[in-house]
C-alpha cells in the first residue's frame, strides 16, 4: 500500500447494531473477520464463522503427530508483493514471541535463510538436470509476448493447450511453469496470462525458485494458528460442525439482500433469519472438497460427489445469474483432481538421502531442497520438497517431514505399475526411491517411512477454462449486505491459488458492503517497470542481451 492512504477510519454509522456471518472457515472468511475488527470497528462477538470440518483454514492446513503420521494436504508458495496478505500479518502477533508478528517473522527467516532450490529438476533416477534456461524458441517467446498483448475477453473459454504451439510444451519454462503452480495444458489460458503479468518479476527467479518465500513452519502452524487465536482474543465466534445449506437473497427492483440462512448442525437444521442491517460473506465453491485419506495399505479413494460448498454456490447461482456459474469449475473431475502426500521421516536414512542430493543438512533449521523438486521422466510428474524442519512445532528432532504430489494421477507408475490414484503410501513411497536413484535401497528406507495419500477432486478446479461472469463479482450488482470471497470470486488482475486472492477478496468484501472510504493495497504493478520488462525479456532468450536492451543503455548514456 502507498503510505498516504495507509489510514485510520472512523467507525462506520451503526456497526455496533450488524451482525457478520462468514461462510467457510478458511483463509479468506478468517481474513473477513479481520478486516471487520480493524477497519470496521466491529466487535469480535458479532462476527460468526460457520465451519463444516472441525478444523480452520482450509487449504492452509497441516496435522498430526511423529507417531500417526503428519498431513500436509498442499502448500502455497508466497512472495513479497502479496500487499494484502502482508497487510493482515503484519498485525497478527506470531504465537512463538507477542513482541513480533507473523510477518516479522516470516520476513525475519527469509531474510536469514533466503530461498534457492537445491536441485529443481532430476530425470534417470536421480541424476540432477543442469542449466537454468528456459529452452524457448522465437516462436514461443512471440506466443508468450502476444499473450500479454491480448484482451481477456478474446481468450474466454480457451485452454493452454489451444493456444500454444505443441512444441512450447516440451521446453524447460513449462516443466518449471506446470509444477511450481499445478497448471495442466487444458487450463485457462487466461489464468496463464494472468500468472505472467502478477509474477512477471519473478521470471528470472523460475528456475531457481529464488524471491520464493515460506514460513517457519507449515502454513497452518506459522499463519492460521496466529491468526484463529488472535481472532479468539477478539471474540469472534467459530461454529465449526456446521454446513451452510442454502442462502435465501431477496431481489427488489435490483436490489438485492440476503434475507436467510439454512444451516445444519449435529443432523437438525435450523434457520437465521437475517435483517437488512446483517452482513453476509460467502466462500463460493472449495478447492479442498471431498479430499480424502489413504494410508501404508490404502490408497485415497476418489470422492466424486458435489460435496456441500459446491451444491451451496449452486443453490445460490439459480437465483440470480450475476451469481457466477458453479458448473464451469466443479463438472471435470477428472480435470481437476491431483494426488498428494506426506512423508514422516523417522530416524530414516532420507536424511543421507536428501544431504546427498541437495549438499545441505535437512536437520541445519534451513531451506532443505529450496522448493519442490521436479522429475522431469516420471509418468505421474512427481514433485517432492522438504521445507525448513521442524516444519510442524510438536515435531521431534528426529524427525523429517517431505511433501509430494503428482499431476497424473491416472497414469501408470515406472517402477510400480499401476496408476497413481490407486497407490497405497507405501507403493508411493517405493515409486518416489526409484526416482530419487534408491531403488537398491527401499527395503532399508521404507520401515522407516510413513506415508499419507491424499485425493482432492476439485484441487486445480479453479484453472478450469471460464467466461465473463463464471466468477461473480465479489461484492455483485445491487448487493445491500452480502458479499462472495475465496478463490472462485472475479477481482481484476489477481491470480487465484494464491493466500493473496482470498485476503484480497475478504477486504474487498469487507469495504465494498459497508463502504469503507480506505483504499485496497493495490496490486503490484511490476508489468510495467521496464526494468523488470528488461530483466523478463532477458531470462525469455536464455539470457542474452537483445536490442531494446541495448537501445535503454545508450539512451541513458546520452541523458547522463
Not at 527469509?110 to 542449466?131: F, M, Q, T, Y
Not at 499401476?418 to 532399508?444: D, F, P
Request: charged share 25%; glycine share 8%; aromatic share 10%.
Amino acid at each position: 500500500m502507498y503510505n498516504y492512504e495507509n489510514i485510520t477510519i472512523q467507525k462506520p454509522l451503526g456497526i455496533e447494531n450488524k451482525k457478520a456471518y462468514l461462510v467457510g472457515g478458511g483463509i479468506a472468511s478468517l481474513s473477513c473477520a479481520f478486516y471487520l475488527i480493524r477497519d470496521a470497528k466491529m466487535a469480535g462477538s458479532q462476527i460468526t464463522v460457520f465451519e463444516e470440518s472441525d478444523v480452520l483454514g482450509g487449504a492452509m492446513d497441516g496435522a498430526g503427530n511423529a507417531e500417526d503420521g503428519y498431513i500436509i494436504r498442499g502448500g502455497r508458495e508466497m512472495e513479497a508483493h502479496y500487499e494484502c496478505c502482508w497487510d493482515m500479518f503484519g498485525a497478527i502477533p506470531s504465537l512463538g514471541d507477542k513482541n513480533k508478528t507473523v510477518l516479522d517473522e516470516i520476513h525475519e527467516i527469509n531474510r536469514i535463510d533466503p530461498n534457492v532450490s537445491a536441485c529443481r529438476v532430476l530425470h534417470e533416477c536421480g541424476k540432477k538436470v543442469l542449466g537454468a534456461e528456459l529452452g524457448l524458441s522465437d516462436v514461443h517467446i512471440m506466443e508468450l509476448g502476444m499473450l500479454l498483448l491480448a484482451k481477456e475477453e478474446e481468450l474466454e473459454e480457451i485452454s493452454v493447450e489451444h493456444y500454444f504451439d505443441a512444441s512450447f510444451f516440451e521446453t524447460s519454462m513449462w516443466l518449471y511453469w506446470r509444477s511450481m503452480f499445478a497448471f495442466q495444458t487444458w487450463h485457462s489460458v487466461i489464468e496463464m496470462k494472468r500468472y505472467m503479468e502478477r509474477f512477471i518479476h519473478l521470471l528470472s527467479g523460475m528456475s531457481k525458485l529464488k524471491k520464493i518465500l515460506f514460513s517457519t513452519y507449515n502454513q497452518y502452524d506459522s499463519m492460521i494458528l496466529p491468526l484463529k487465536n488472535y481472532l479468539e482474543e477478539q471474540g469472534v465466534v467459530f461454529a465449526n460442525g456446521t454446513q451452510v445449506r442454502d442462502v435465501r437473497i431477496e431481489n427488489e427492483k435490483g436490489r438485492k439482500t440476503a434475507r436467510e440462512l439454512l444451516l445444519s448442525a449435529n443432523e437438525i437444521e435450523q434457520k437465521i433469519p437475517l435483517g437488512a442491517e446483517d452482513l453476509l460473506f460467502i466462500t463460493n465453491g472449495s478447492m479442498t472438497q471431498n479430499a480424502t485419506l489413504g494410508d501404508m495399505q490404502h490408497p485415497a479413494k476418489l470422492d466424486r460427489s458435489l460435496g456441500s460448498s459446491w451444491q451451496l454456490w449452486k443453490n445460490i447461482a439459480k437465483q440470480d445469474s450475476s451469481f457466477g456459474n458453479p458448473d464451469a469449475f466443479c463438472g471435470a473431475i477428472d480435470k481437476t483432481k491431483w494426488l498428494s502426500f506426506t512423508i514422516t521421516c523417522t530416524d530414516s536414512p532420507m536424511a543421507e538421502v536428501l544431504k546427498e542430493l541437495t549438499g545441505r543438512d535437512p536437520y541445519s533449521g534451513k531451506a532443505v531442497t529450496g522448493g519442490i523438486v521436479t522429475i522431469k521422466d516420471s509418468s505421474w510428474l512427481l514433485s517432492v520438497t522438504c521445507n525448513r524442519q521442524p516444519h510442524f512445532i510438536n515435531q521431534p528432532k528426529d524427525v523429517l517431514v517431505l511433501w509430494a504430489y503428482g499431476l497424473f494421477a491416472d497414469n501408470v507408475g515406472d517402477f510400480v505399475k499401476k496408476k497413481m490414484s490407486e497407490c497405497s503410501g507405501e507403493e508411493l513411497a517405493c515409486e518416489l526411491l526409484y526416482h530419487l536413484g534408491q531403488q537398491a535401497r527401499i527395503e532399508e528406507i521404507l520401515p522407516t517411512l510413513n506415508v499419507i495419500p491424499c485425493m482432492m477432486p476439485y484441487i486445480t478446479s479453479q484453472f478450469m477454462p471460464r467466461a465473463k461472469g463464471d466468477r461473480p463479482k465479489v461484492v455483485p450488482e445491487g448487493s445491500t449486505n452480502f458479499a462472495f470471497i475465496g478463490q472462485f470470486c472475479e477481482i481484476e488482475d489477481e491470480c487465484v491459488f494464491t493466500v493473496e486472492h482470498s485476503v484480497r477478496s475478504a477486504i474487498t468484501a469487507v469495504y465494498g458492503v459497508l463502504n469503507i472510504d480506505k483504499a485496497i493495497p493495490p496490486i503490484y504493478p511490476s508489468r510495467y517497470d521496464v526494468r523488470v520488462l528488461t530483466e523478463a525479456t532477458k531470462t525469455l532468450y536464455g539470457g542474452h542481451s537483445f536490442g531494446f536492451e541495448d537501445i535503454l543503455q545508450k539512451f541513458f548514456k546520452k541523458r547522463r
